[in-house]
C-alpha cells in the first residue's frame, strides 16, 4: 500500500470518505469495461452534470438541421441494424453542431474541438452518433473528465480564462497531446460547420444476424472540402460576426445548397483487436487508414433548417447510450461514462420526459414500455394500461432476439494507470513530422507559443517536454518559441511523468 503523504490535503468524496485515485476508473479487466460499483465516479459524473441550469455543460452553443442518410454499400455481414439493411434505404436524421468548451454567448471562430452529433430516427428507435469534428480526445477516462472541462471554462476566483489551468492540466496529462496538437493545427478553427469532418472517435461493436461482431470506427468526411481559418482570420471573423458558422450553415440550406458528407467506416475483428499495435479502445488513438483502411458505406445530407431553434436545436438531446439492435458499446472506458451521463445531464437540463419532446421522440418505431408519470408527461402517459412487468395483461414484453452477442472479459475489479504510457507519443509525432506540411508545423508552433506563453515559465516547461517527447523538433520549436532552455525542456523529457511533476511543481526545484 502507499504511505499517505501527511504534507498534502486528502482528496474525498462528497460525505469526507478519502479517495484513494482520482484518474483511474474501477473496470473489470485492464481497460474495461467500467463497473457502476465505482461510486466515486457516479458522484463526480452526477455532480459534474448539475454544475449548470439550464445551458449545456459542454457543447453549449450550436446550431442544427434536419437530413437524410442514405445507404450507398453493402455492411449486413457486419451489422444487422435495420437503417443498414439495404443500399439506397433512406433514413431522417437530425444534426447539431457546436463548440465544445464555450457559453452559449461564445464565437463561432473559437480554437476549440466542434461536437458533430447525428440522431438517426430507424424504424427500431432512435440511434445517436455523437462525436466530434476531431477523431481522438484529451483523455480517455471518464473520471478526468469533469476536471477537464473545468480548465477550459473559468478560473472560480475572477471569471476569466485563464491560460494556467488550461495548461496545468494538459501538462499533468500526457495522453491529451495528440488531441492538443489536432486542437493547434490548422484544423483548430474550422471556417464553417460544413467545411470539417466528423467522427465517432470511440471505438463501437457492430453485430450480425449470426451473432457474429466486429468494432468498429466512424467519419463522416465533408464533401464541401476542409477549410480552416487562421488565428488571424479568426480573430477578424469573431469581431465581425460571432455567429459566422450559424449563420453560414441556415444561409446555405436556405439557398438550396445542401451540405453533404460521404461516411466510411473502419472494421476490426475481435482476434485482429487483440493483437493490434495500438489498443483499439483508446480513444486517444487513431487507427491509422495504412492498418485498417475505411470503406465508404453512405451519405448524408442536410436539406431543411429547423423552424424554432430552442424547439428544434437547444431542446435536442443526443446520447451516444442511444442503440438499435445492431450496434453496441465496447469497452472504451470514456465510452462508458459517457453512457450513464448524457442521458442524466439531459434529464437535469430538460426534465425526466425529455425524451418525449418532439426533435428527440422516436419518429419511425413505437415507444412502448412502464416509464410512466414525472415532469411534463406530454403523451397519454400509457393510458390505463399496467405500470409494471412482469403483467398479464398483454403489456410489453422483453424479447432475447435483440440481445447482443457478449464478449469475454477478464481481471481483477481495480483502479489502474494506462499500462502503455510510451504510446501516446507515437501518433502526436507521426502527426507532426509525417502528416504536416513544414507550413503547418510553423502554424501549429505559432498558435501553441501564442497561447501556452500565458501560462507559468514552470507549466511551459512541462508542456514542452511533452511535445518534444512526441517530437524533439516539435518541443525545440516551441521552447525557441518561448524563449525556454532548450537543455532543460531535452533533460524534463527524459524524466518519467511522476518527476517531470515533481520538479515542476509550484515550489518545485525547477
Known sequence: MNKVNAKKRPLTDNFGK???????TLTAGKNGPALVQDIHLIEKLAHFDRERIPERVVHAKGAGAHGFFEVTADVTKYTKANFLSKVGKRTEVFVRFSTVGGEKGSADAERDPRGFAVKFYTEEGNYDMVGNNTPVFFIRDPLKFPDFIHTQKRNPANNLKDPDMFWDFLSLTPESVHQV????????????????????????????????????????????????????????????????????????????????????????????????????FDITKVWPHGDVPPMTIGRMVLNKNPTNYFAEVEQSAFSPANFVPGIGASPDKLLQGRLFSYHDTHRHRLGANYHLLPVNSAKAAVVDNYQRDGPMRTDDNGGGGPNYYPNSFKGPQPNMAFAEPPFELKGEAARR??????????????????????????????????????????????????????????????????????????????????????????????
Not at 18 to 24: G, L, Y
Not at 225 to 233: D, F, S, V
Not at 440 to 450: M, P, Q, Y
Open 417 to 510: 494507470p494506462y499500462d502503455h504510457p510510451n504510446s501516446d507519443f507515437v501518433q502526436p509525432g507521426d502527426l507532426y513530422s509525417k502528416v504536416m506540411t513544414e507550413d503547418e508545423r510553423k502554424r501549429l508552433v505559432s498558435n501553441i507559443v501564442g497561447h501556452l506563453g500565458g501560462a507559468k515559465k514552470r507549466i511551459q516547461y512541462r508542456q514542452t517536454a511533452i511535445f518534444y517527447k512526441a517530437n524533439s523538433d516539435y518541443g525545440k520549436r516551441v521552447a525557441k518559441g518561448l524563449k525556454l532552455d532548450v537543455k532543460k525542456v531535452r533533460e524534463l523529457a527524459g524524466m518519467s511523468q511522476e518527476e517531470r511533476v515533481a520538479t515542476t511543481e509550484e515550489g518545485g526545484k525547477f
Open 181 to 280: 496538437t489536432i486542437l493547434f493545427s490548422d484544423r483548430g478553427i474550422p471556417a464553417t460547420f460544413r467545411n470539417m469532418n466528423g467522427y465517432t472517435s470511440h471505438t463501437f461493436k457492430w453485430y450480425n444476424e449470426k451473432g457474429k461482431y466486429f468494432w468498429i470506427k466512424l467519419h463522416f468526411k465533408t464533401e464541401q472540402g476542409i477549410k480552416n481559418l487562421t488565428a488571424e482570420e479568426a480573430e477578424v471573423v469573431k469581431g465581425k460576426d460571432p455567429d459566422h458558422a450559424t449563420r453560414d450553415l441556415h444561409d446555405a440550406i436556405e439557398r438550396g445548397e445542401f451540405p453533404s458528407w460521404k461516411v466510411e467506416l473502419q472494421v476490426m475483428t475481435p482476434e485482429q483487436a487483440e493483437k493490434y499495435r495500438f489498443d483499439p
Open 18 to 24: 478519502p479517495v484513494e485515485d482520482d484518474q483511474n
